[in-house]
Structure formats: structure tokens, C-alpha cells
């Protein structure tokens, strides 16, 4: 029997909603996530890694490589942009595995257009004030950039009903439970075995003839 194509996953949430360790947390297990790393005209960060946190370009780099259909989407947030390269993504679904793309809303909704078995995760912290404390606690970001991330907050929040499902990042172990339990049973929907299911039919009526 053939392998199952992999899920798109998308998720987003707020800025300080603790998704890139979720999405870590994901990605141990190597077998069954892949990570699709996004395209950026940001600057990195402490910490961060060309080609494994983000691809990081010129603007100009970026504004060519949406000429040429480069990408499944792109978005702009906090004055730069984001954007989700195709070919990776492509290959890793076909080869069985579920690809996340941690993206901003405007992203994931052309996703949604795009790819209708998308899987669609909204985290969010337990509070605002949870929010809050968790960006000031990364010591890297003005008040004023901290300012400007609660207000595209309270922006995002009127389009998580697009989403598929909501997930409170609380306890990490319990969300990254949630996101992986959500992910096994939609794997098992008949619409995304469709080949497994001809090969089932194949065999049986081939059983069939031979009685």
C-alpha cells in the first residue's frame, strides 16, 4: 500500500503565544513534522539561523521571488516581509510528511484558499496579560514594538473564527498533545486516503475474479 500524502499544517497566533516552541516541540519528531522555513526580510535575532530559523533576504531579493511565483504565500507584518518558499513544502508533503508553516493570519488565509485540507491551528495564550508578560520577558523588544504587537493582536483576533481550531498554549506538553491528536485523526478522513482507498478496491475486486 502507498504511503499517505503528509497534512499541511498552519499555525499562527500571537506574537508572544509561545508558537515557535510549540512548533519545536512538533518537530522532534522527525518522522512524522517537517518544517517549512519561511523567507523573511527581517533581521535576525539572538539565536537565530540562516536556513534553519528563517531564509533571510533583501527586500529586493523578496519582491523577486514573488515575480517569479516563488511562493505558496507571503504577508507583510511590522513592516517586513514573510513568506512561505513552494518547492520545499511540495516535496515533504509527497513524501508522507506533515509540513507546518508557521505564518501571520494574512498568510494563513491564503493557505485556506489554496489548499482546502489545510489544517489550521489559532494559539493563543491564556490572557492579554499573559501575552504581555511573556513579550516583555523576551528583553529584546521595545515598548513601542511591544505597543505595536498588542495592537496587530487585537487586529488578529477578529479573524480566528477562520480558523480550524483554537489552542490555548497554557501547559506546552498538553498543547503540543492537542495539535498532535487533532493531526492523527485528521489523517484518518477517507478525502485524504483517496489512493489508499482505489488501492483497497483494486485488490478486492481482483480477490473477486479469482474465486
Known amino acids: 500500500m502507498s504511503k499517505p500524502r503528509g497534512i499541511l499544517i498552519v499555525i499562527s ?58 511562493l505558496l504565500e507571503y504577508a507583510q507584518y511590522c513592516d517586513n516581509y514573510y513568506g512561505t518558499p513552494k518547492a520545499y513544502v511540495e516535496s515533504q508533503l509527497a513524501a508522507g510528511k506533515n509540513v507546518i508553516l508557521e505564518i501571520e493570519i494574512q498568510g494563513a488565509l491564503k493557505i485556506k484558499d489554496q489548499f482546502e485540507d489545510a489544517v489550521l491551528f489559532f494559539i493563543t495564550p491564556p490572557s492579554i496579560a499573559e501575552l504581555e508578560r511573556r513579550l516583555r520577558s523576551r528583553g529584546t523588544e521595545t515598548e513601542e514594538v511591544i505597543k505595536k ?30 495539535i498532535k491528536n487533532v493531526v492523527a485523526a485528521a489523517k484518518t478522513a477517507p478525502k485524504r486516503n483517496r489512493q489508499f482507498i482505489d488501492e483497497l478496491r483494486a485488490e478486492l475486486g481482483t480477490c473477486l475474479k479469482g474465486e
Do not use: H, Q
Request: hydrophobic share 35%; glycine share 10%.
Open 13 to 70: 497566533g500571537f506574537s508572544g503565544a509561545g508558537k515557535g516552541t510549540v512548533v519545536n516541540e512538533l518537530v522532534k519528531d522527525k518522522d512524522a513534522y517537517a518544517l517549512s522555513i519561511s523567507m523573511t526580510t527581517r533581521a535576525p535575532r539572538p539565536g537565530d539561523a540562516e536556513g534553519v530559523t528563517y531564509f533571510f533576504v533583501s527586500r529586493e531579493k523578496f519582491e523577486e521571488t514573488i515575480e517569479a511565483g516563488g
Open 149 to 178: 504587537r498588542i495592537e496587530r493582536a487585537a487586529e488578529e483576533a477578529k479573524g480566528i473564527e477562520s480558523y480550524d481550531y483554537l489552542i490555548i498554549n497554557d501547559k506546552l506538553d498538553e498543547c503540543v498533545s492537542n
